[in-house]
């Protein structure tokens, strides 16, 4: 209904293992965001895009990559997953004219 | 470094009463302050913008004040009620490309 879904909404892994994380939206605008939240650290960026293939780092990008190969579709990947990596993580968009941008409804991700 | 300083971390407020957050800022390139309502289970949702060309934009019970010169921005609910009992996020953006930088979040209760 926003025109932004994360899949999937919830996820246990084991430590080790790679995953990946998708964001999807239907509304063409040009950035996307992938945050992660956690108690007493609020809303913490991991990485950004503006623009196909265009993608930077945020402040808390070390063990995470991400892909857009499409401008719906931005993938969020763990290459390989640990505890302190266990989170809500958020994805967001927003377009030249939407600077607030919309948030997607979060992935819960345990590592144990 | 954290670019935008959010207080307090939680906030108890009687039905009725006025609730107040505040944000502080260094950068003064930021040219947009949001603010953010987040329920439960669910991603942080605009709630209330403005630009640093004006001191105050009110809509409805919520009411932003932006202090240009003192780099402060505060969000003031009005007759607080319990469906405001949520957490709220502060944030702050530049022009351009750069992401939004969010404050660590407020957790209110409006109890009856």
């Known amino acids: 209904d926003a025109g932004i879904t994360q899949s999937p909404r919830h996820k246990v892994t084991e430590t080790g293992t790679p995953v990946t994380l998708r964001c999807h939206q239907t509304?063409?605008?040009?950035?996307m965001y992938w945050y992660r939240q956690d108690p007493g650290h609020g809303l913490r960026l991991i990485h950004y895009?503006?623009?196909?293939?265009?993608?930077d780092k945020g402040e808390v990008s070390d063990g995470y990559s991400v892909s857009r190969s499409k401008t719906e579709d931005f993938l969020l990947t763990l290459e390989s997953a640990t505890s302190s990596q266990t989170s809500v993580y958020f994805c967001?968009?927003?377009?030249?004219?939407?600077?607030?941008?919309?948030f997607g409804s979060g992935t819960r991700l345990t590592v144990v | 470094q954290q670019q935008v300083k959010q207080s307090p971390q939680s906030l108890i407020v009687q039905k009725g009463g006025i609730s107040i957050i505040n944000c502080a800022y260094e950068?003064?390139?930021?040219?947009?302050f949001p603010w953010y309502q987040q329920f439960p289970g669910k991603g942080p949702a605009l709630l209330i913008a403005?630009?640093?060309?004006?001191s105050e934009k009110k809509e409805g019970r919520f009411t932003i004040s932006f202090n240009k010169s003192a780099k402060q921005f505060s969000l003031h609910i009005m007759d607080s009620q319990p469906g405001d009992s949520a957490t709220y996020f502060c944030?702050?953006?530049?022009?351009?490309?750069?992401?939004?930088?969010f404050g660590k979040g407020t957790r209110l209760s409006v109890i009856a």
């Open positions: 967001a968009m927003s377009g030249d004219r939407d600077t607030a941008g919309t």
């Open positions: 509304e063409n605008h040009r950035y």
């Open positions: 895009s503006y623009g196909v293939k265009d993608t």
């Open positions: 950068n003064t390139a930021f040219d947009y």
């Open positions: 403005i630009r640093p060309d004006v």
């Open positions: 944030a702050a953006h530049t022009s351009g490309n750069t992401p939004l930088v």
